[in-house]
């Protein structure tokens, strides 16, 4: 069974289990003998499914039931996703879909979730609500008034009339209070609309994240070409840290070929400051560490593990009986102190100083080997790492053009912007300073970081080259920075792959996800993937893992989705490694941090990209196409999926 994976964790020997499964994948592969089908008909998946459902609701044993319920469940979203699915030698075995598939069947697999997520009422509802027409200054606006008519532009560009007097492209940041003065609308309302035309289904991050909508000067209301955010950066990405140069291997090699006293006196430094950020006053008062530094020893790392492992305990038997209270958003230095009294954060710092504390008697053994000293710089490079990934480094996450100036790489003038010092200074004005949740709970007071943005990363959402991040640079001067230098969105080469490996939950509904919830929480230990900030990375991603571990699926494999994605990364700053591992005390900017340069900018992409498109036909015709002519067909507004009402007509 060449390419074929083994989806359960142990052999399904119970008659019932064995006998549903096997009878349910022939269901849902009834071009099959074996359960085995060479392709689904995707016609009738969902009456398939629900067929299977119901079978798994007339199972015997609740147990067997429960589990057939959410087992069904995933099923059908592997399925809606091109798995291929068997039962043998007592194991479910799957095929994965082809990484080498093309970008529309990449497409299409996205789209399943993003129309699940349009078909939602509350989302419908909003869409419509962002259509609506209203009176606003005594003007009739709604969302597409944002949106540029292609014909007449079209018909200039073909006259000769210069890009430049067509197109004048501003930023403007998103926030939650602020409103479009043209339209009435919020800014956060009129990003989030254009995000749902995106393939892939709108989430929102944790985090920090940064906003912010390209609009045209030059038309009337300022139509929209574009959105872009930048998120918190992913805590442990292998590719992006070598290229960064501070991976932990490459920044040990680094640090021992320094003199002994710079390591030295870099590690030490780093570890007092992870100390002197973690909240100890219950644990001295409780007795449970000495208040003096010097009195600490490895038997009170030992203490510290035990107790941190009692706290965690405790925690996740207070989210069971849903007791938990989370203390309020208030940055006093008393709700800090009581924020890191909760168990969840108790929990943290104890197994944190379980972890620094042997490190400080490492230092002062100064560590005679290389193994030893490799080994002491590795776990101090991974704290220093942790001070500054969350602050200093952001992936961009959302980054494109909205028609009609898709059709005219608006796409690479918004990833330009996102790298220039407007929204450079943007995110240091909103972030630099403000307390941040984890660290502040850990701290037991407000703990505000620099927020210097010296590196963006970024990925292409279909995995392929060319995309809109390729060959993609603009020179410095244009931001100030110093002639002959350029500014560019690097392809992230690697040892192994400059593409990550595609481990996502998109792929799962979030209607499986509450099933798996109902079955985890039944059972023994009960649900531990609580959407409390601080508990962990993703919500969703822990509580998929855990229900999949649960029903005894393969949970490693089952979250691969498969669609892998180059990997970009933007440098901001000529000492970055160094800085970011606090060994430099300021980023050396490659532009001036004070310029004001969306315009020239603007006019490098009309220049380089724009203009040469502008003079194709074919491309105008694409142009032409996105008209606001009743029926509006235009490839900027949201296309909810059809829906049938209770006599089976469409709506």
Known sequence: MKGWIQLTTEAIEAKEPATFLRDTLKLLYPASEVGVAEELDASNTEELIAAAMERARRMKDPDNRAWGVSLTGVLGDLLQQGWLLKFARKHLWGLRPLAGMTREALRERLLVRRDEQLAKQSVRAFVKDME?????????????????????????????????????????????????????????????????????????????????????????????????????AAVRLGPRDRFIGWDTDLAADALLSSP?????????????????????????????????????????????????????????RLMAAQEYKAAADIWTEEACAARAEMPLFRAKRSLELSKLIPLLFQIENKCPSEPERRDLLGKVIRIARGKTVGTEI??????????????????????????????????????????????????GRPIGRPANLCYIGTTSLYGRRPNQYDRLSMPAELVGGAPGQAIRYEFVRDATDSRTQGVGTFQFSSKTLKGLERFVSSRRGGWKANNLFG??????????????????????????????????????????DRYLLGMAESPEWVFDLDADSTAQVSRWWAARWAQSRSDRKDVLALIRREGLAHPIRHGGRVRLPEQENGQGELI
């Open 132 to 232: 609506r027409w209203r009176l606003y200054r005594g003007q009739r606006t709604s969302v597409i008034c944002l949106l540029r008519d292609g014909r007449p532009l079209a018909e200039k560009l073909a006259s000769g009339t210069p890009l430049s007097d067509l197109i004048d492209p501003y930023i403007q940041f998103v926030s939650a209070n602020s409103t479009c003065e043209l339209t009435g609308l919020k800014t956060q309302d009129i990003w989030r609309y254009f995000r749902h035309t995106w393939s892939n289904p709108y989430e929102s991050v944790p985090g920090r994240s940064l906003q912010f909508i390209v609009r045209d000067r030059a038309a009337p209301f300022h139509p929209v070409m574009g959105i872009a955010a930048l998120s918190s």
């Open 535 to 576: 508990e962990g990375t993703s919500p969703k991603l822990r509580g998929l893992r855990d229900g999949l571990m649960a029903l005894g699926l393969n949970a490693d494999e089952l979250l691969i989705h498969g669609i892998e994605r180059c990997m970009y990364g933007v440098k901001l700053a000529r000492n970055l």
């Open 394 to 443: 952001a992936d961009l996450t959302v980054c494109g053009a909205i028609a009609p100036y898709s059709h005219l790489n608006a796409g690479k003038l918004v990833a330009m912007l996102a790298t220039t010092p407007a929204v450079i200074a943007e995110y240091k004005r909103r972030y630099a300073g403000s307390p941040g949740v984890i660290a502040s709970s850990m701290a």
């Open 260 to 316: 002994d006293a710079q390591w030295g006196g870099w590690a030490a430094k780093v570890l007092q400051t992870a100390i002197g950020e973690i909240y100890k006053v219950d644990l001295v008062r409780d007795g449970l560490l000495p208040a003096d530094q010097r009195c600490w020893t490895q038997e009170i790392a030992v203490t510290m593990a035990r107790v941190g492992a009692d706290a965690k305990a405790q925690h996740h």
